[in-house]
């Protein structure tokens, strides 16, 4: 295919070129302009005096006309270059005040429209408790949290932000543990009282368990780390549900054991209302995450959100462990449940 160009006209990197140089020479004389002084305009633009003079004389060049009277002591424009400046200044104005937008809004006080995913329970539980928090300290962020047990799609999703529980193989995303997930195996005393609890992983065979079905369809799987290996199983089943508050209600009601992540347990476990075993055998290679695409370039909303999260999300891990360390061992499900 043959390229026609215009006379006087450029293409490829000539006219990039050409956009480059023009570009730098009209933001050179709009700073001389303003500041009247090439050494201010410099530092203004964060460049040597020499650098804004040689783009003003290419400018000059260019447009084939003269924009500055000077002198030994002063600096003036010509009426060409009144007319230039008076051209330029909206638009110049135009793209300072867009700049100026983006670097406030990784730099400036955060504000702006924050779009937060979370798994369902995780989110109920853990995050949304903490927003309120997080709000009154940023009064200025729109937050909109979103809750669904599928994995996000941040592009197609809109998503500034998600947390996430398991393992995270996504190397799309960046991941950040916010701390280690337990998969808790627990009844309720009264189960424990009139069935017993599982000592090993061959007594859950003689049990009645809850299972979770997960968004794809399949069963979730319960997992133990036997020898330093995961050891994933479907214990027998009495009920099955597809949400995981509800294999916790079924288990307060002493319908069978269930495997949930210790988050959802806490309180039922700091009240005695369950009790757990197999606490030996918890699987160590799992945790809650907060995920986000990437760690450049952050607007400042992003970035005060995820340290607020992070913070509180490690404290009340840290408390919750502190309340709860004494009721993991066999022994102490079974004395609370006699």
Request: aromatic share 6%.
């Amino acid at each position: 295919m043959e390229v026609v160009t215009r006379p006087g006209s450029d293409t490829g990197d000539g006219l990039a070129s050409s956009f480059a140089t023009s570009y730098a020479g009209v933001l050179a004389f709009m700073a001389v302009a303003n500041e009247g002084n090439f050494a201010r305009a410099g530092d203004r633009l964060g460049i040597g005096r020499s650098a804004v003079s040689r783009n003003v004389q290419r400018l000059e060049v260019q447009l084939n006309a003269r924009l500055f009277h000077r002198t030994t002591r002063s600096i003036s424009l010509t009426s060409e270059g009144e007319l230039f400046f008076a051209r330029c200044q909206p638009g110049v104005m135009h793209i300072a005040q867009a700049f100026e937008e983006m670097r406030d809004l990784r730099e400036g006080r955060p504000r702006g429209r924050l779009r937060v995913s979370s798994a369902a329970s995780f989110g109920r539980k853990v995050v949304a408790p903490l927003l309120a928090g997080f709000q009154e300290a940023h009064p200025e962020i729109e937050l909109e949290l979103l809750l669904d047990d599928a994995r996000p799609e941040f592009i197609a999703d809109r998503i500034d932000i998600s947390f996430q529980n398991g393992r995270m193989e996504d190397s799309q995303v960046v991941a950040k543990q916010l701390v280690p997930m337990r998969m808790v195996t627990c009844a309720s005393p009264a189960y424990a009282s009139e069935h017993g609890l599982p000592r090993s992983l061959d007594e859950l065979a003689q049990h009645r368990c809850v299972h979770l079905r997960l968004p794809s369809g399949r069963l979730s799987e319960w997992e133990f780390k036997v020898d330093g290996r995961t050891h994933r199983m479907l214990p027998p089943a009495r009920s099955t549900f597809n949400d995981d508050d509800l294999v916790l209600q079924a288990a307060l009601g002493g319908q069978g054991l269930a495997q949930l992540p210790a988050f959802q347990l806490c309180e039922a476990m700091q009240s005695g209302d369950l009790v757990t075993c197999l606490a030996e055998h918890e699987p160590d290679d799992r945790g809650h995450y907060i995920c986000y695409l990437s760690r450049r370039q952050l607007p400042s909303r992003v970035r005060v959100f995820i340290d607020h999260m992070t913070q509180r999300i490690r404290a009340r891990h840290r408390q919750s462990m502190a309340l709860t360390s004494g009721l993991d061992p066999i022994e102490d499900s079974v004395r609370q449940a006699a």
